[in-house]
T-cell receptor, first 113, second 113 residues
Framework: GENVEQHPSTLSVQEGDSAVIKCTYSDSASNYFPWYKQELGKRPQLIIDIRSNVGEKKDQRIAVTLNKTAKHFSLHITETQPEDSAVYFC????????????FGTGTSLTVIP | GAVVSQHPSWVICKSGTSVKIECRSLDFQATTMFWYRQFPKQSLMLMAT?????????EQGVEKDKFLINHASLTLSTLTVTSAHPEDSSFYIC?????????FGDGTRLSIL
C-alpha cells in the first residue's frame, strides 16, 4: 500500500518568512496530491491540490510542487501570517483505484508575530 | 457547495455501549465515503472505504466486527462502534467524494468512560 512521509513534524517561522513542508510517497500509481490545513478539533480543509500531470501549482501565497520521478511533493507558503498557524497534512491518492487518501504524519506550523 | 454533515459532534458514554455516527453529504451524491480515525496530535488514519450498496473495505488492522459501516444511500453512511471501550476513544472523521477532492465532515469526538 501507499506510504506517505512528511517532514518536518514541527516548524516555526517568523511572520513574513516562508515555510516549506515536504512529503514523499511510495506508490507510483498515486496521481492526486492534496494538502490540508487542520486547526485543533476541526475538520481538515483543502488548501491546494495538484495532479500528476502538473509540476507546479500556485494560489496566491501558497504553492505546491511535484516531482513525480522522485515521488516527492512540497508545500510552499510565502509571506506567512499568524493565522497560517495550524497543522498541515499532505496526502496521496490513486484516482484509478478507489480515491483513498493516505495522509502524511502532519506538520505543526507556528508563525511567530 | 460540497457540504458533509457529521453527527454527533461529541459523545461521552460508558464502556460497553455501542455508538453510531452518521455522515451525510448534503448537496451532492457521494459515490464513496471514507472513515478516518485521528488520535491527538497524530495524522488521519484511513479505517475503511464505503460504497453505496456494497460492503465496506477495511484497511489492514481495522476490526470490521468492531467498526460496523453501513452505506444505505448515496448521501448517508454510518459508523457504529460496537461495545466501545476506553481504547476506542478518539476523533472519528468521515469524508465523501463524488469527484476529487474529498470533502470532510466536522468529526465526532468519542470519549468512552
Amino acid at each position: 500500500g501507499e506510504n506517505v512521509e512528511q517532514h518536518p513534524s514541527t516548524l516555526s517561522v517568523q511572520e513574513g518568512d516562508s515555510a516549506v513542508i515536504k512529503c514523499t510517497y511510495s506508490d507510483s500509481a498515486s496521481n492526486y496530491f492534496p494538502w490540508y490545513k487542520q486547526e485543533l478539533g476541526k475538520r481538515p480543509q483543502l488548501i491546494i491540490d495538484i495532479r500528476s500531470n502538473v509540476g507546479e501549482k500556485k494560489d496566491q501565497r501558497i504553492a505546491v510542487t511535484l516531482n513525480k520521478t522522485a515521488k516527492h511533493f512540497s508545500l510552499h507558503i510565502t509571506e506567512t501570517q499568524p493565522e497560517d498557524s495550524a497543522v498541515y497534512f499532505c496526502a496521496a491518492s490513486a484516482t484509478n483505484t478507489g480515491n483513498q487518501f493516505y495522509f502524511g504524519t502532519g506538520t505543526s506550523l507556528t508563525v511567530i508575530p | 457547495g460540497a457540504v458533509v454533515s457529521q453527527h454527533p459532534s461529541w459523545v461521552i458514554c460508558k464502556s460497553g455501549t455501542s455508538v453510531k455516527i452518521e455522515c451525510r453529504s448534503l448537496d451532492f451524491q457521494a459515490t464513496t465515503m471514507f472513515w478516518y480515525r485521528q488520535f491527538p496530535k497524530q495524522s488521519l488514519m484511513l479505517m475503511a472505504t464505503s460504497n453505496e450498496g456494497s460492503k465496506a473495505t477495511y484497511e489492514q488492522g481495522v476490526e470490521k466486527d468492531k467498526f460496523l459501516i453501513n452505506h444505505a444511500s448515496l448521501t448517508l453512511s454510518t459508523l457504529t462502534v460496537t461495545s466501545a471501550h476506553p481504547e476506542d476513544s478518539s476523533f472519528y472523521i468521515c469524508s465523501a467524494i463524488d469527484n476529487q477532492p474529498q470533502h470532510f465532515g466536522d468529526g465526532t469526538r468519542l470519549s468512552i468512560l
